[in-house]
Structure formats: structure tokens, C-alpha cells
């Protein structure tokens, strides 16, 4: 299995990212922005604009347009490791972590969404209350999550000048830093897990309420409404545990040979189609939550 002269990437590994770079991404990136920048002008209508719930919606709708505008210069990409272009390899290591940040801060959202839903159904007396400063809870969250992914990127440097070009490598390839191995565990845990148990306690908590409710025969026209928003983040929920879990397993298992920029073409396979599941929830699910509101 012979390198590519121009890339530095086994001919194998080159042909699977060729694939979803210049096939699967594009497709994906033209129907996310549509879906979104759809959802985001349904939500900013004047009788939507007031509606705290909606709030979280427009939130998820930018951030996960913002993810695929990142993604965007990927669909250009024909070297895929040693650059001849600076601004490619620039690219690759700083700004296409920003999708990575966008899509984390996203997560968080629908978890706040899901806590937001969940204070309705067991707390309704406190509700307002928490709703006071929820998003500026929110931004604080988000600054921690930019702060932890750009920290190893900032120490590494991770753009380096080789002999046939600019190597661009991402922080968790990099061998000169010992502490990298435990920090990408640290934001599998933080980034991935954390929010994904979130959401697992919340929409059994949701599940309980609801049924508690229906028991009860407690549903009013309002109710009814709070009653469709809970059955559509619990589906949103539940979709997006299933649809990270993979891509965490993978990337957990990921084994990096030193000095190599890609590993082999099964993984990268396999990496590729997982991350490509999540990117389908960010465009979907949306989508998703109005399809199951009639009141959208």
C-alpha cells in the first residue's frame, strides 16, 4: 500500500477520505443549512420571538449551521496531511476545531433544553424563577467548553513545516506532549459522556413526569402543548445518545501510530461514517422537533 506523492496519505486512506470530503460532506452541508437557517427564520416569527423554549431552538439552529460553514473548506481539500498551502494547514488544525466547539456548545443546548422541559414538568412553581440567568448559564458553559478545546491546540502548535510542505496534525497525533494522551480522555468524558448521561437522567425524568401526568388526566390545552415540546426532546435525546455513543467507542479505541497523520483506511472509515451520523442529527434535528409540535 503505496503513499500518495502530493499527500503523504496511503493511497487507500486517500480514496475514503476523497469519498466523504468531496461526496458525503457537500451533500450534507447544503441540506444542514437549509434546515437550519429554515428552523431559525420559523422560530424568529414575532408570536415565536417571546417564547423562552424557543430561545434553546434558535441556539441549536446557529450553532449547528455554524458547524457545517466550518466544515465548509473541507469539501476543497485534495492534500488531506502535508499541505502545500500554510492557510490549508491553518485550517485544519485552528479553525476546523471551531466545528468542534460549535457542535459540543449544541449538545449542551439540548441538554438545557431537555432541563428547561424537565423544570416544567416537576417544578412549575419554580420554573420562572430558573429561567432568570438560564443563558447566562448557558454562555458560561460555552466558554468552557472553547477553553478546553483550544488549550492543547494553542500549547502544540500543531502546523509544522516539513520538507514537503506544512504538516497539519491534530493535537491528539502529537507524541511531543505526554499529557495529550489523558487530555483527549478528558474531553471524551467531558464533551461526549457527560452531556449524554445528562440527557439519558433528564429524559427518564421526562418520561416519569409525562406518565404521571396522563395518569392524573392533568393535561390542559397548554399542557398539551408542554406535552408534544417533552415527547420531541425526549426523541432528540435519545437519538443523539445513539448517534455519539458510536463515534466516542471509536474514537476512545483509536489507536495513532506516532508520525502518521491518518490511520488506516478501515478506521478512518469507520470514524468518518460515525461522525457523519452526528452531523445528520445536527442537521435533523431541528426538523425533528417541529415535525413533532404542531404548534411550529
Not at 108 to 113: E, G, H, I, N, P
Not at 146 to 155: E, T
Not at 178 to 205: D, Q
Amino acid at each position: 500500500m503505496g503513499e500518495t506523492a502530493d499527500s503523504g496519505v496511503d493511497n487507500d486512506v486517500y480514496k475514503v477520505l476523497r469519498g466523504y470530503y468531496h461526496v458525503v460532506y457537500p451533500i450534507l452541508i447544503a441540506v444542514a443549512l437549509v434546515t437550519n437557517l429554515a428552523c431559525l427564520l420559523v422560530t424568529c416569527r414575532a408570536k415565536m420571538r417571546t417564547l423562552h423554549v424557543n430561545k434553546y431552538i434558535q441556539m441549536m439552529s446557529i450553532l449547528d449551521g455554524l458547524v457545517f460553514i466550518v466544515l465548509l473548506p473541507k469539501c476543497f481539500d485534495t492534500e488531506f496531511c502535508v499541505y502545500s498551502s500554510y492557510g490549508f494547514a491553518f485550517y485544519n488544525t485552528y479553525i476546523d476545531s471551531l466545528g468542534y466547539i460549535f457542535n459540543t456548545c449544541s449538545r449542551y443546548t439540548l441538554v438545557a433544553l431537555s432541563l428547561d422541559r424537565f423544570m416544567v414538568v416537576w417544578c412549575e412553581s419554580k420554573y420562572q424563577t430558573w429561567t432568570r440567568g438560564s443563558m447566562k448559564r448557558l454562555l458560561s458553559i460555552f466558554i468552557w467548553i472553547a477553553i478546553s478545546y483550544l488549550v492543547p491546540i494553542c500549547v502544540t502548535h500543531p502546523v509544522k513545516a516539513s520538507e514537503d510542505g506544512w504538516l497539519a496534525q491534530e493535537f491528539d497525533k502529537n507524541h511531543t506532549h505526554y499529557w495529550l494522551g489523558y487530555y483527549k480522555y478528558y474531553l471524551l468524558v467531558t464533551m461526549g459522556m457527560l452531556p449524554s448521561a445528562g440527557l439519558l437522567t433528564l429524559t427518564i425524568g421526562l418520561v416519569v413526569g409525562i406518565i404521571k401526568k396522563v395518569v392524573r388526566n392533568d393535561l390542559s390545552n397548554r399542557q398539551n402543548t408542554l406535552y408534544s415540546q417533552c415527547i420531541a426532546v425526549i426523541v432528540l435525546s435519545v437519538s443523539y445518545v445513539v448517534a455519539v455513543i458510536p463515534y466516542s467507542i471509536v474514537i476512545a479505541n483509536h489507536n495513532i501510530k506516532s508520525g502518521k497523520c491518518y490511520s488506516d483506511a478501515e478506521t478512518e472509515n469507520i470514524s468518518h461514517l460515525f461522525l457523519c451520523l452526528i452531523l445528520l442529527w445536527s442537521t435533523l434535528n431541528i426538523v425533528v422537533f417541529f415535525l413533532l409540535n404542531r404548534d411550529y
